[in-house]
């Protein structure tokens, strides 16, 4: 199974609760903190709902 490593790249300063919740869900806290998860639908999900605040890389 694949790993992805995901990076905050932008605040959730100003954003909607939702997205501050997911972000903080994934495990993410600080800015450029990168945290690493497997590859499932339900982490795809959470990362399509705040692409613009993170990066995305996977690794195998």
């Given at each position: 199974?694949?790993?992805?490593?995901?990076?905050?790249?932008?605040?959730?300063?100003?954003?909607?609760?939702?997205q501050k919740r997911t972000v903080e869900a994934l495990g993410l806290r600080k800015l450029h903190q990168t945290v690493q998860?497997?590859?499932?639908?339900?982490?795809?999900?959470?990362?399509?709902?705040v692409k613009h605040l993170v990066t995305v890389s996977e690794e195998a």
């Open positions: 199974m694949a790993t992805l490593s995901v990076t905050l790249i932008r605040s959730t300063i100003r954003r909607t609760g939702v998860h497997q590859d499932s639908p339900q982490i795809r999900g959470m990362i399509n709902q």
